[in-house]
């Protein structure tokens, strides 16, 4: 083993390399123990007695958080949170609009179209509104006996009444919208009438944009009859050409069993056409329509005793209409 000498006062100390080491081992141990202890007692111990101090609620304190807790409870607005419930149930129906077949469409603005008829033609706006508004009640109410099995010789298709009762409830307002159905306050047509005697009272005028091909036949001053299958008030063209184009187009368009415009109706006036309804048709409405049998309405110009018994009709008609091969 080796060995130190060390001399001290004349005298040789023998100490071994292992002894010392085992000393300063001794030390380290100590010295790590002494660390430990202290971060121990630094951590654990005095968060654990501070907590203890902390969480120790007196009965009147205690008291009081339950009587807080109680008051506000007591102070949510019940009714408002009922309230606020309902409402984003209403607007979660009002998302989830009904969408009705087309021929289902159609049939509606039929039925509405014969009821303004029925009118007088004298009526002003407000009772053609009420016209329209004692029909919806009563579709209504037919939809809603056809559903609950209480109504015969209905119109309405079994498996439909449910959506057209409530088309015709909560989503009236969209599909009056959709259907084109609008009445002005006040529709009046007058005509100016500033020719030179022996001037042709026909306009012969060359109609704007690109020339009519032959299979338009177009016809000025011609309003031609029929079932809409494009309604012209939501449906405008810049030229009588472009307004034939879209009933081709429609008509190689259209799906196995539905409609295909054989009939094109184009309003070329700047102030706008005349027409015996409830609208107010202005430049450039493009009306598609499909008849079995194509008729017209009114050719040339409207008769003497029609326009005595509707004064607004002007002399001439003013619409441009041709009947298409399909």
Not at 121 to 150: P, S
Not at 160 to 187: F, K, Q, T, Y
Not at 232 to 246: D, I, N, Q, R
Not at 277 to 306: A, G, T, V
Request: proline residues 5%; neutral net charge.
């Amino acid at each position: 083993m080796a060995r130190g000498e060390w001399v001290y006062n004349g005298r040789g100390i023998w100490c071994s390399y292992k002894r010392t080491t085992l000393i300063v081992c001794l030390i380290n141990i100590v010295v790590v123990l002494y660390v430990i202890h202290n971060l121990y007692n630094s951590l654990y111990m005095y968060p654990y007695n501070d907590s203890q101090s902390t969480f120790r609620y007196t009965p009147d304190q205690i008291r009081k958080m339950e009587e807080s807790i109680q008051i506000r409870k007591a102070s949510e607005p019940v009714e408002l949170i009922k309230l606020v419930k309902q409402l984003k149930k209403g607007f979660l129906r009002e998302d989830k609009v009904v969408e009705l077949p087309q021929n289902s469409k159609q049939k509606l603005i039929t039925e509405i179209l014969a009821r303004l008829r029925g009118v007088d033609a004298r009526a002003n706006a407000t009772q053609k509104l009420e016209a329209v508004e004692r029909w919806r009640k009563e579709k209504i109410k037919e939809a809603k006996g056809l559903v609950h099995g209480k109504t015969l010789n209905s119109t309405i298709l079994p498996e439909e009444a449910s959506d057209i009762a409530r088309a015709l409830s909560s989503d009236w307002a969209d599909l009056a919208e959709e259907m084109g159905l609008w009445i002005p306050v006040e529709v009046i047509n007058k005509e100016h009438d500033d020719k030179p005697d022996g001037e042709e009272e026909f306009d012969s005028r060359i109609l704007p944009g690109r020339q009519l091909p032959p299979e338009c036949h177009a016809e000025l001053h011609t309003d031609y009859g029929g079932g809409a299958v494009r309604w012209g008030l939501t449906h405008h063209k810049a030229s009588a050409y472009e307004c034939c184009m879209a009933c081709l187009d429609h008509a190689k368009r259209a799906k196995p069993g539905e409609l295909k415009c054989n009939i094109w109706v184009y309003c070329p006036s700047e102030t706008g056409c005349y027409s015996p309804d409830i609208y107010e048709h202005k430049n450039q409405e493009c009306w598609l329509k499909y008849d079995k049998k194509p008729k017209l309405n009114f050719k040339d110009r409207y008769s003497e005793s029609y326009r005595n018994a509707h004064p607004n009709a002007p002399l001439i008609v003013p619409w441009v209409s041709g009947v298409v091969s399909v």
